[in-house]
């Protein structure tokens, strides 16, 4: 055993090493990664190295069990911190094969040279081994082509040749400096190559590794040139405090680094939390949506990872309008609304069907499968990812909570690609259901204020249809008597078209009755089918002498809760005015009726290839018609309307691409066996499906 006085010289420097080893475990606590863990068993390493040499006896014969676990612990060491330093650190497998191609044949020399094995072929073909993976693992960890790589490179090869050639003339402390000096040296060149950034951490390591890789040569050439020189053991082991310390500060670096990302990460999120807040009260508060649109662009582009958006809204009869953008130049945004305008609801409703779910509420298509809808291409470029590409488009549908489709928000040109997730898109998707909802809500007031002025007219009318009513019965009744009377033939034809027009006025009076009436009908299990052949079979004779094509699509068990009377009058109203709207057209003369079921509503729907409807929002009200004077009297639609309202239905009315229009009629929905054999259901009774 050595002396006491022996002992007591290395403890210091294996306790400091041990120090260091407790201290990188503590800061594994607060900093886990793959690298720390490969820099703690390089420093386990150090530590195992220096505490074996407290055992070696200081006269006679090394043992060789000791001088393998001192040398192989040392040469590990710089394997762990070479292999903590590539960019493959993070994948296991690539990560075990470095540990493996470069620590089994290094580590072998050490052991092979503590045994003292006589042959110079194992030497060899160790250095060999360790020269060829690791010069190939240095170009593949060296992130880019360049001068500096070419010169570590041939370098490391003119090196190795020189402990090559030692171990072929038996002579092997050369390939222990070169693996040695290499081991520690290249570490810190791997770190400015692939992780650099200016700080103190990163500069102290780099200079610290240089060291640590010098001292072994320069301890070689001073054995050899200067062998009575007094070097105190502290100066050699000076990198290693280097290299150590600059590690614990790149570590409190880079948690640093991370607690200050993570404070404006949380400043941004309030930041945007806010200014979507205020968006949000302002929707719910009353709003004009319209109005409020380039605001919610503006605040996405501004607080959000995207630098161009754009909210396209529904329009009556299914087209989108650009309401509000952020982002896009003059140009882009004409480009954009032109564009526009020739898309559709459904057309939303296929990019969502085709493109790859992101977010709960948001769809990403490719460049290539996007070209469908002639989106305005971005000018910007990104590095090939998996989370967006150049050309991408992404869309966020906006979906009333009926499920109805109210337009999208297009968002383009990510400012990181990387942050294209679920996480940050969900912020974005809140304000898209906020959205919805203020367009649901604006809708549900239109369809009350026209339900409130219907209700008004009708009292209206009501009451003076009853006031003229009997004027008028009079007029007609002394218009027939004098008309007996009169022999003229002159006055005769006067007397009638004085009593046609009178006619017409009772018909029309009737029609306002029918208007605003509030009373309650027989309603029942209907089959639509025989309602729209019977009304159909009236018409047949009109139709086939206008050339009119009539296409039906029927659901033989479609059933649902209605009058069969007020049915045939809402049908016949909807064929009379799509006769009139294609009566005109000199190519294409069609009308097709359609009744099926969504599953909650039964549905029927008349469309014409006519010109369609000049004002959607006027087409419902009273005496508002594009017919020519006494063709019509405007009451058709608004009749149909308050048939159907009373029914506990909907009416719906669209523009059909490229031309024509469309009415739909929802009417409730008779389940099996509900109304069997129920008569005289109230008008506005709920109905429970």
């Known amino acids: 055993m050595p002396p006491i006085a022996q002992i007591l010289e290395k403890l210091p420097t294996v306790i400091t090493v041990g120090g260091l080893v407790l201290i990188f475990a503590f800061l594994k606590r607060h900093a886990r990664s793959v690298r720390l863990d490969l820099w703690i068993a390089g420093w386990f390493l150090i530590f195992l190295h220096f505490a074996i040499q407290i055992f070696e006896p200081w006269h006679g014969r090394q043992l060789p069990e000791l001088l393998a676990i001192d040398w192989g612990a040392l040469q590990a060491s710089a394997i762990a911190f070479l292999a903590s330093l590539c960019p493959i650190v993070d994948e296991r497998g690539k990560r075990i094969l470095v540990l493996a191609g470069l620590g089994v044949p290094s580590v072998g020399y050490f052991v092979l040279s503590a045994y003292g094995v006589p042959h110079n072929w194992p030497y060899v073909l160790c250095l060999i081994l360790t020269s060829v993976f690791g010069l190939a693992l240095f170009w593949y960890a060296s992130s880019k082509n360049s001068v500096l790589n070419a010169s570590v490179i041939l370098g490391c090869m003119v090196v190795m040749v020189w402990a090559i050639s030692g171990a072929c003339r038996g002579s092997f402390d050369e390939g222990m400096t070169a693996l040695l000096g290499l081991g520690f040296a290249l570490p810190g060149l791997l770190l400015y190559r692939n992780h650099w950034r200016p700080s103190a951490g990163m500069f102290t390591i780099v200079i610290g590794f240089l060291f640590w890789g010098a001292v072994f040569p320069v301890g070689m050439l001073t054995d050899k040139f200067f062998p009575h020189l007094p070097i105190p053991a502290e100066m050699w082991n000076t990198p290693k405090i280097f290299v150590a310390l600059g590690m614990i500060l790149a570590v409190l670096e880079k948690k640093s680094i991370s607690i200050a990302s993570m404070q404006r990460k949380e400043h941004a999120l309030n930041v945007q939390m806010e200014r979507f807040s205020s968006i949000t009260s302002k929707l719910l508060g009353g709003a004009k949506v319209e109005e409020m649109c380039d605001d919610i662009a503006r605040a996405i582009t501004a607080v959000t990872n995207f630098q161009i958006a754009a909210i396209h809204i529904a329009q009556p009869g299914g087209s989108l309008q650009v309401a509000g953008s952020s982002g896009l130049d003059d140009m882009a945004l004409a480009a954009l609304r032109e564009q526009a305008s020739r898309w559709r609801v459904d057309d939303v409703r296929d990019f969502c069907a085709r493109a790859r779910r992101v977010g709960e509420g948001s769809f990403l298509m490719s460049s290539s499968e996007a070209e469908k809808y002639t989106p305005v291409k971005s000018q910007r470029t990104y590095e090939p990812n998996s989370h967006w590409n150049t050309g991408d488009e992404l869309l966020l549908p906006l979906y009333s909570p009926r499920g109805s489709c109210l337009g999208c928000i297009a968002l383009d040109d990510p400012r990181v690609a990387e942050e294209v997730n679920p996480r940050e898109l969900s912020r974005i998707e809140i304000l898209a259901k906020d959205l919805a909802v203020a367009l649901e809500l ?41 008309h007996e009377e009169v022999r003229d033939q002159r006055s005769r034809e006067r007397l009638d078209r004085l009593n046609k027009e009178s006619r017409r006025m009772k018909k ?79 190519d294409t003369r069609h009308i097709i009726v359609r009744a099926f079921s969504d599953g909650i509503h039964g549905i029927m729907e008349v469309e014409d290839s006519g010109t369609g409807f000049a004002d959607l929002n006027k087409a419902l009200d009273p005496f508002y018609t594009t017919k020519p004077v006494g063709k019509g009297t405007g009451l058709g639609l608004s009749i149909c309307y308050g048939i159907v309202k009373e029914h506990g239905g909907e009416i719906r009315l669209n523009n059909v691409a490229p031309h024509g229009a469309c009415i739909s009629v929802e009417l409730p929905l008779a389940l099996a066996g509900e109304f069997s054999g129920v008569h005289g259901l109230a008008a506005g009774s709920p109905l429970t499906h």
């Open 508 to 586: 029309i009076i009737d029609n306002l009755l029918r208007f605003a009436r509030q009373t309650s009908k027989q309603r029942q299990a209907l089959s639509l089918t025989p309602v729209v052949q019977d009304v159909l079979a009236l018409r047949e004779y009109h139709l086939k002498n206008r050339n009119i094509e009539i296409i039906c699509d029927l659901d033989p068990d479609l059933r649902v809760v209605a009058d069969e009377d007020e049915m045939k009058q809402v049908l016949l109203n909807l064929i009379n005015n799509a006769i009139d709207a294609v009566e005109p057209q000199k």
């Open 442 to 482: 604006r809708s549900l007031q239109n369809q009350l204020v026209r339900s409130e002025k219907l209700a008004a007219i009708g009292q209206l009318v009501a009451g003076v249809a009853h006031e003229l009513n009997n004027p008028l019965t009079a007029v007609m009744g002394y218009g027939e008597l004098v």
